[in-house]
């Protein structure tokens, strides 16, 4: 997964519960994603990161904050879950190429 | 914005055979176009990619093809092999933007 971690790998939640999920890269590019993917679809981008200290919306934001804690990790916090937040999460980071790799995923169940 | 389709959502091909998914974007000012390949249970696999200023790449069992005049890309496997199966995504971005399109997806089996 080129340098890209994800902790934790399964989670089950129960409704209203709350929970971070980690992100860290070895490789010191900018830019860091989240994006999640339910059963059968495609990828959604979440947040993303474009620097240190800086954060944007992507295209299904809501019920989640992030935070780009330094340049190597960019955590998802779900601050009170609910069952249409069940699915796989990834994380990914972009080159100076613009090409994105992806981390192993957080599968998330939510009860 | 950019908006990326990708056909066929499912395509099932003997063992041996060749496998071509084909992708259209909307933004000509798009350069960069990737191809990622799923497995199950796995993150997305960054498998061969192409700039705008080539029209094809290859990589041994593996090409992508570019048609910037008509806005579409293509993944050619030949010789297909049951490792081949996975989900395949095409995507696409500007340079220097930060995000990339991705398309819905391709489910990719083959047959033994």
């Known amino acids: 997964n080129a340098g890209v971690t994800q902790t934790p790998k399964f989670q089950v939640l129960k409704t209203g519960q709350s929970m971070t999920l980690q992100c860290a890269q070895d490789?010191?590019?900018?830019?860091m994603y989240w994006y999640r993917q339910d059963p059968g679809m495609g990828l959604r981008l979440i947040y993303y990161?474009?620097?240190?200290?800086?954060?944007d919306k992507g295209e299904v934001p809501n019920g989640y904050n992030v935070s780009r804690l330094n340049k190597r990790e960019f955590s998802l916090r779900l601050e009170s879950a609910a069952p249409s937040q069940t699915s796989v999460y990834f994380c990914?980071?972009?080159?100076?190429?613009?090409?994105?790799?992806f981390g192993p995923g957080t599968r998330l169940t939510v009860l | 914005g950019e908006n990326v389709e990708q056909h066929p959502s499912t395509l099932s091909v003997q063992e041996g055979d060749s496998a071509v998914i084909k992708c259209t974007y909307s933004?000509?000012?798009?350069?960069?176009f990737p191809w990622y390949k799923q497995e199950l249970g796995k993150g997305p696999q960054l498998i061969i990619d192409?700039?705008?200023?080539?029209g094809e790449k290859k990589d041994q069992r593996i090409a992508v093809t570019l048609n910037k005049t008509a806005k579409h890309f293509s993944l050619h496997i030949t010789e297909t092999q049951p490792e081949d199966s996975a989900v395949y995504f095409c995507?696409?971005?500007?340079?220097?933007?930060?995000?990339?399109?991705f398309g819905q997806g391709t489910r990719l089996t083959i047959n033994p």
């Open positions: 990161s474009a620097s240190e200290g800086t954060t």
């Open positions: 192409i700039r705008s200023n080539v």
């Open positions: 490789m010191n590019h900018n830019s």
């Open positions: 995507a696409a971005s500007k340079r220097g933007a930060q995000k990339l399109v």
């Open positions: 933004d000509s000012a798009s350069n960069y």
């Open positions: 990914a980071i972009r080159t100076d190429t613009d090409t994105q790799y």
